[in-house]
């Protein structure tokens, strides 16, 4: 084999192997300068109009989504994000919830409930909205960049040792 095949080969797999590897982009690089990262989720909703303006990086789980005459409102229950800037899968550990508004049309119905979002959003309003026979202080982002990430797979194969593939039988070590 030609030594310049075979080293296009190798390449050729290296790129396919790193273009598997890339992450998703959360926050667009016009962005990146503006992100606040100092105020956390607590302390937003502690007061939101003091951070009104700021922007910031919030993920969670869609808990609704609904058309709004100007935009779209997605209520999102908030959790913690990892070191990628993807939802966790705790909800014992969401401090709270938040709303994002997006104001171009999105289809409700992309966003059913249990989506996982991150959203970089600017920080604009509290909304006071009734929640299970009380009322919640709804701290509101307007998305700059929404995120949306695929549904956590809950399907886990196991097979029993020493089998590893099923249709080699028990036996297989003998023959």
Request: glycine share 6%; net charge positive.
């Amino acid at each position: 084999m030609n030594s310049r095949v075979f080293f296009s080969m190798v390449f050729g797999v290296c790129l396919v192997f790193l273009a598997g590897c890339t992450t998703v982009q959360v926050v667009p690089k016009g962005l990146e300068d503006r992100v606040n990262r100092d105020i956390s989720f607590p302390q937003l909703l502690k007061n939101p109009l003091e951070h009104k303006g700021q922007i910031l990086v919030i993920g969670g789980q869609v808990l609704s989504a609904r058309r709004l005459k100007t935009a779209t409102q997605i209520e999102v229950l908030q959790l913690p994000l990892n070191r990628k800037m993807k939802p966790g899968e705790s909800l014992s550990k969401s401090q709270g919830r938040f709303l994002a508004l997006q104001e171009k049309f999105v289809d409700p119905a992309t966003l059913p409930f249990g989506t996982r979002v991150t959203v970089v959003g600017e920080v604009s309003d509290m909304v006071t909205l009734p929640l299970d026979g009380t009322t919640y202080d709804f701290p509101t982002l307007v998305i700059k960049r929404l995120t949306v990430w695929p549904p956590i797979s809950t399907y886990r194969v196991i097979r029993p040792y020493p089998y590893v593939y099923s249709y080699w039988g028990p036996y297989w070590w003998w023959h």
